[in-house]
Structures are given as C-alpha cells and as structure tokens.
T-cell receptor, first 110, second 117 residues
Framework: QQPVQSPQAVILREGEDAVINCSSS?????VHWYRQKHGEAPVFLMI?????EQKGHDKISASFNEKKQQSSLYLTASQLSYSGTYFC???????????FGTGTRLQVTL | NAGVTQTPKFRVLKTGQSMTLLCAQD?????MYWYRQDPGMGLRLIHY???????AKGEVPDGYNVSRLKKQNFLLGLESAAPSQTSVYFC????????????????FGDGTRLSIL
C-alpha cells in the first residue's frame, strides 16, 4: 500500500517555507526522500531511519515520527531551484524495496 | 563515472511488438530495480533483483519479464506490448548491506520513454 503524501501540490513565493508530509499505515524501518524535476530522474535527498531522528542539509530537513509512522520534509527559505516533485519512499522491516508515494508538486515563483 | 545508464531513451512500439530495455550500472551495486511512472501515480515497482541471477516481483509485474545474468545489467522485457504499458520506465540500483536493508539510497537512470500505439 502506497504511503500518502500531502499536500498534492503547493505554490510558494521565493523565500517562503513549506512542509510536505508522508504517512504510512505500516510500521516503517526507514523513509527516503527524493526530488524529481520535470523530465529528469529522481534525485536522492535523505534517508531517515526509525528512531525519530531528524536530518537536514542546507535548508532542507526532515523528521520521522515512529509512533505516527509519519515523516515530514521541511523546506525553509525556498529557492527557485527547489521546484519539482517530491516523493517519499518507505521501507518496512528488512524489505529490499521501497514503496513510493504519489508525490507532492512544489512550484517556487518569484 | 556513468552511474546508471538506460537504453534506449525513447521508443515507439506497435501493439503486440516485443522489446527489451537495458539498464547498466557501474557502481558494483547488488540491488537493482525497474519502475514505471505514470502521471499522478508516482513510481511503481515492476520487478527487482537483490543479486546476480535473482529476480522478484514488485507491485505491477504483469506483462513484464526481467533477467539479471550479470551483476551490472538488469533487463526488462515486454513480450507483447499493450497501450497500457505506455509509460516512463526508470531503472535504479543501490548497495546491499548484509541483512540491513532500507538504509541505502537508490540511484536512478534517466529513464526510457515508451509509447505503444
């Protein structure tokens, strides 16, 4: 079963913040975040393992709430280059595969 | 370092024709995956492989076959193409890590855009 991402789409002005959520009905081992620009391949952003950790690089960070089986991706002071579709991928137990959400389309405007 | 290379990049087929998509990786990764991406549906796993000579079904395996005869290559075959298989196909690979899975990033190829008329 696919994880549920929200919102489905968001439009921001440059400099604004955004939060993208990813929820699963299954107990998760890890959550992966990827960004895909139009016509390109998905690019890895970060992985969060169970344990409620928070990670980040530059102005993009994420958290993983193990109790809620939910991860959130935080984009602060958004830049035009942040535009794209963000996907979460979830792994359960020692599964060798990810199940991806349907994506959140983010558009940053001037 | 080429990473993950998919061939061809574009292809148009007629219903009933067969073809093979090739994925090659030069990172010595154990795990390889084939996904299809359709508008509004994200990435859906077709088949995957956890090592040379092994394959397993994903979420949407019907109508596709795969082979992993060499560690670096993962082939996706369509025996009798149908219009419903029109999609963008992505290959990905990642390191294995013993019994601990799920904490290695996947590296994606640039995709194959396949249209079936």
């Amino acid at each position: 079963q696919q994880p549920v991402q929200s919102p489905q789409a968001v439009i921001l002005r440059e400099g604004e913040d955004a939060v993208i959520n990813c929820s699963s009905s299954k107990a998760l081992y890890s959550v992966h975040w990827y960004r895909q620009k139009h016509g390109e391949a998905p690019v890895f952003l970060m992985i969060l393992l169970k344990g409620g950790e928070q990670k980040g690089h530059d102005k993009i960070s994420a958290s993983f709430n193990e109790k809620k089986q939910q991860s959130s991706l935080y984009l602060t002071a958004s830049q035009l280059s942040y535009s794209g579709t963000y996907f979460c991928g979830t792994a359960t137990g020692t599964a060798s595969k990810l199940t991806f959400g349907t994506g959140t389309r983010l558009q940053v405007t001037l | 370092n080429a990473g993950v290379t998919q061939t061809p990049k574009f292809r148009v087929l007629k219903t009933g024709q067969s073809m093979t998509l090739l994925c090659a990786q030069d990172m010595n990764h154990e795990y390889m995956y084939w996904y299809r991406q359709d508008p509004g549906m994200g990435l859906r796993l077709i088949h995957y492989s956890v090592g040379e000579g092994t394959t397993a079904k994903g979420e949407v395996p019907d109508g596709y076959n795969v082979s992993r005869l060499k560690k670096q290559n993962f082939l996706l075959g369509l025996e009798s193409a149908a219009p419903s298989q029109t999609s963008v196909y992505f290959c990905a690979s990642r390191r294995g890590q013993g019994s601990i899975s799920g904490n290695q990033p996947q590296h994606f190829g640039d995709g194959t855009r396949l249209s079936i008329l």
